[in-house]
């Protein structure tokens, strides 16, 4: 148990999937994960342990943006000695060839600042994703036949962005879509040397204005955890 996370040693998987949205772990654990037992709601914020094709896996929301997201992730990973970690969240598409209910599987997650930007000083830190992992859901992807992005995506400190010359210049230096997470999940992952990384759907688009309905999310969404789920499991 943690200041955090009230799951007890034992409860929480070394494969360990994380959305934003405390909701979407336990839909997520209810819909592909057997027998998912609540390990965790402390603040709210909810953990499912279940099996996938007989393999433990932990489903465990984060909160939304780094900070959140980086009181979560050292503790699964330094108390509860998770190992692989992914992401799986929405994003905004930020470039014309990608599409909405499209999937963007992050290579590098460029960002303004991190919860970890104190320890590197004036070093920029490139955060990038488990090429294993990577590899693994590129190749799950196209088994499923889903449509998929492979490449940089920005992790933003904001949700009610005012800047629009920045996002230009991301567009302008073909990052793919944008979400306030992943740069800290895979800094931490390389400063404990654990895998991560991220698995997105596109649930709405900063060029277009499209935004997915909510009715027509769950299969977009269902797509995303199938991916990050066989990645794990196939690295």
């Not at 934003?20 to 037992?37: N, Q, S």
């Not at 320890?119 to 992992?133: G, H, R, T, Y």
């Not at 996002?167 to 997470?181: A, D, F, S, Y």
């Not at 698995?199 to 997915?212: C, I, M, Q, R, Y």
């Amino acid at each position: 148990m943690t200041v955090h996370i009230g799951a007890k040693p034992g409860q929480i998987a070394e494969t360990v999937l994380l959305p934003g949205d405390p909701y979407r772990a336990r839909w997520a654990a209810e819909t592909f994960l057997d027998e998912p037992a609540l390990v965790n709601e402390v603040r709210g914020m909810l953990g499912f342990t279940g099996t996938w094709k007989g393999n433990p896996v932990t489903i465990h929301g984060t909160g939304m943006g780094m900070p959140s997201l980086s009181i979560y992730v050292n503790e699964l990973i330094r108390d509860y000695g998770a190992k692989t970690l992914i992401r799986i969240g929405s994003c905004g598409g930020m470039q014309d060839s990608v599409a909405v209910r499209d999937v963007i599987i992050a290579m590098t997650a460029t960002s303004l600042s991190t919860p970890s930007r104190g320890i590197f000083k004036e070093v920029n830190f490139a955060p990038c994703a488990d090429w294993s992992l990577l590899n693994a859901a590129v190749s799950a992807a196209a088994a499923k036949g889903t449509p998929t992005h492979v490449g940089g995506i920005y992790s933003s400190d904001v949700f009610y962005d005012e800047r629009p010359d920045l996002n230009e210049q991301m567009t302008r230096h073909g990052i793919l879509g944008v979400e306030m997470e992943a740069a800290e999940l895979y800094t931490l992952a390389a400063r404990h040397k654990a895998r991560a990384l991220a698995v997105l759907t596109v649930s709405d688009h900063l060029l277009t204005g499209e935004a997915l309905p909510s009715d027509q999310r769950e299969k977009s969404f269902g797509d995303m955890v199938e991916i990050a789920l066989e990645a794990a499991f196939n690295s």
